[in-house]
């Protein structure tokens, strides 16, 4: 069947690659002010996009997120602590 230009409209969209700092905010559970502040610091990692566009790639953060764990101790009560 030949491709037609209603099937090309019903294609899905790519798949998103980055973040903005607003869902990186609400993912955190922190201001956009204090994720704003975590870039500038170079703790969230991130990419200028031009003077005033900052995306975060998805793949970044998620290693970012999964590595910044490791680093604290289990809190008393987590599942990772019980010994039931």
Do not use: C, H
């Amino acid at each position: 069947m030949a491709n037609t230009p209603q099937s090309d409209s019903k294609m899905k969209k790519p798949e998103r690659v980055t973040y903005e700092v607003q869902e990186v905010a609400t993912r955190l559970g922190i201001s956009r002010n204090a994720a704003y502040a975590a870039i500038r610091a170079g703790e969230i990692p991130s990419i200028r996009v031009g003077q005033r566009r900052i995306i975060v790639p998805i793949v970044a953060f998620d290693a970012w997120l999964a590595s910044s764990g490791s680093n604290t101790p289990p809190r008393p009560g987590d599942p990772a602590t019980r010994s039931d």
